[in-house]
């Protein structure tokens, strides 16, 4: 059983890790084995809409590490997906990778239908994970940011975990990396991943 951290930050030392990293950590207390995967030591183009991923199953823009990241997302039962808040929303390297693994994970499994065809749904490669958001700020833009990320598992069959509240983090003002003095935050992600485990457990059956 396998939970992948994704932190969308693009700094070296961020919050946002610290607190997927800190996610993860209470995860192995549950007996998930997990991973961190530092979107900022990637290199992902954006999606161009170019509709290759249809016909061709995978995604056709030139390589890059998109492939990489996209077959562990695959490889895992739970995916946690953190990013800062940027002007009320997700970080431009989060959003590279989301558009394309929610393209690509639709496309793998179903064929585009004519405009006066019915949908035959069959999932999508993302069928059947759990998936959480963590987002971080220093002030506003929390839910925004939340709901973006929560829209972008919903829309790609994932099961969304919840806590105690929103697992949101309070950091970061002035660039500061205090992340650790977010107790509130602690509490939150921790039971988190007491949640995260016990349905992965329960699927897992
Ligand atoms: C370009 C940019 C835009 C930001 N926009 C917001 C914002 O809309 N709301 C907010 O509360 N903080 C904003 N911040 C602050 C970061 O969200 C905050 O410092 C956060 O802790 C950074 O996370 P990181 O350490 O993981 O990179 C912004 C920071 C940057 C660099």
Known sequence: MKVLGITGSPRDKSNTEYFVQYTLNELEKHGMETELIRLRDKNIHHCTGCYGCVEAKVCTLPKDDFDEVFEKMMEADGILIGS??????????????????GFLGRWISNDMK????????????????????????????????????????????????????????VAGKGGAVDADEDMEAASILSHLAENMAHVIKQLKK
């Open 84 to 101: 800062p808040v940027y002007n009320s929303s997700s970080t431009a390297i989060t959003k590279a990778l989301l558009d394309r693994a």
């Open 114 to 169: 004519g405009k006066s065809e019915n949908y035959e749904w069959k999932g999508t490669a993302f069928s059947g994970k759990v998936a959480a958001p963590i987002t971080v700020a220093r002030r506003a833009g929390q839910n925004f940011t939340f709901a973006e990320l929560m829209l972008w598992m919903t829309v790609n069959d994932l099961i969304v975990i919840g806590s105690h509240y929103w697992n949101v983090g």
